[in-house]
Nanobody
C-alpha cells in the first residue's frame, strides 16, 4: 500500500481546505485510514479516522465539528474536510493506513504528509 496526501496550502484564519489521501494497492478491502498532524517541535497527533467500510468515524475532541473525514471506495481515496481553520491547526498532515481503531502506535503505512499553514 502506498499513500499520497495532497491538498495542503497557505490559508487565512477561518478558511476551509480539503485534504486528499490517494492509495494504491488493496487499500479499501483491508485498512481503516487515519489523519494525523505534526506541528513544529511537537509530537504527531491524531486528528480523525474512518473505518474500512466508511461506516464509523472517530475524531480528536477539539476537531470534531470542524473536521470531517470521508472515503470514496471507487477512487480509493480518503478526504479530510477542514473548516474554520485556526493558526493552531498549522502542521504537516499525514494520512495513514491501520487496523481499526486507528492509533498512532498501530499504523501499518504512512503517507508522506502535506503542509497546512493557517495565517492569523
Amino acid at each position: 500500500v502506498q499513500l499520497q496526501a495532497s491538498g495542503g496550502g497557505l490559508v487565512q484564519t477561518g478558511a476551509s481546505l480539503r485534504l486528499s489521501c490517494a492509495a494504491s494497492g488493496r487499500f479499501s478491502e483491508t485498512y481503516a485510514v487515519g489523519w494525523f498532524r505534526q506541528a513544529p517541535g511537537k509530537e504527531r497527533q491524531f486528528v480523525a479516522a474512518i473505518n474500512r467500510r466508511g461506516t464509523s468515524t472517530h475524531y480528536e475532541d477539539s476537531m470534531e465539528g470542524r473536521f470531517t473525514i470521508s472515503r470514496d471506495h471507487a477512487k480509493n481515496t480518503v478526504y479530510l474536510q477542514m473548516t474554520g481553520l485556526k493558526p493552531e491547526d498549522t502542521a504537516v498532515y499525514y494520512c495513514a493506513a491501520a487496523p481499526w481503531p486507528v492509533r498512532r502506535t498501530n499504523v501499518s503505512y504512512w503517507g508522506q504528509g502535506t503542509l497546512v499553514t493557517v495565517s492569523s
